[in-house]
Each structure stands twice: as structure tokens, then as C-alpha cells.
């Protein structure tokens, strides 16, 4: 293992060798890695998951089963940037199945409560464009929206 960059650690309560399985079915260059279970004289029952490690879009997480002491909100959450319309219906059919739930503006929860926004990956060009109008209309169309709808953001953004 490479100790280079960052390994997001995710924090469950008896889900974490789910949750990696679940995340490495929905991602790309996702692999399930290293389960650790814990060892007579716990604290966790013997042979219970402590940790799973997996990849995900390339980025490494570990899945910690912690207890229910801390639980996901979306002070953070992950984006994902999608190219079209099908990487977005994708991964929000992914993400918000089995007890998942859609937000506002691309974001969602999934079914553990991790927060994640399916952007629109031109979305970021639209909203930054010099031109104010052309801007403001690609923000008040993604505002309107839950799941991202490519098209209409590209029509409002063009003003049609």
C-alpha cells in the first residue's frame, strides 16, 4: 500500500463491509481490498468486521465499523462528475436505491446516509462563465432541479 495522498475513512455502525461492497458495485475502477476482523479480546466480537478497504474512482476509502456514535450529515459529501445524462441517471439510480433519497441540485443520500452530488461536469463551466446572463440562467435551472437534467441545463444556459 502507498502511504501517497488520502484515504477517507467512512464511519458505520455494523455496515462497513456492506457499504464497501455496495460502493465497489456502483463506481469504476472500484476493487474491494483488505477486510480486517477483529481479534479474540475484541473490543468487537471475534471475527466481527473491524475494517474494509476499498477503491473507488480510483480514490481510497476504508469502512469503519465504529458504533453509532457519529453519523453522516452533508457538512461533507463526495462529488461525482459526470460526462451525461446517462453517468447521471446512472449513478443517481445507484446511489438512492435501496432506501437512498434525491435532494435538491444534484445532491442525494444514500441508503447508509452519505451525502453525494452528481454534477454535471459542464455544469462547473456554466456557472463560472464570464458572461453573468449566461451564468445566472445555468444556476436558476440547476436550482429547480433534483437529479440534473444535462439538457435543460444546457438549454437555459444557451437561452432557449
Known sequence: ???????????????AEEAAHHYVSVFKDAAL?????????????A????????????????????????????AVSFQILCSDQQEIDHYWTKLTEGG?????????????GLSWQVVYARLLDMVADPDPEK????????????????AALEKAYAGE
Do not use: H
Open 33 to 45: 481490498g483488505r477486510v480486517v476482523r477483529w481479534p479474540e479480546g475484541g473490543p468487537g466480537p
Open 1 to 15: 500500500m502507498t502511504t501517497g495522498g488520502f484515504t477517507t475513512c467512512l464511519w458505520f455502525d455494523g455496515q
Open 100 to 112: 437512498g433519497e434525491g435532494g435538491p441540485c444534484g445532491w442525494l443520500k444514500d441508503k447508509y
Open 47 to 74: 471475527g466481527s468486521v473491524l475494517t474494509a478497504e476499498f477503491t473507488a474512482n480510483g480514490q481510497r476509502f476504508v469502512a469503519l465499523n465504529g458504533g453509532p456514535e457519529f453519523t453522516f450529515d452533508e
Open 135 to 150: 451564468a445566472a440562467r445555468a444556476v436558476k435551472a440547476m436550482m429547480g432541479m433534483g437529479k440534473l437534467d444535462a
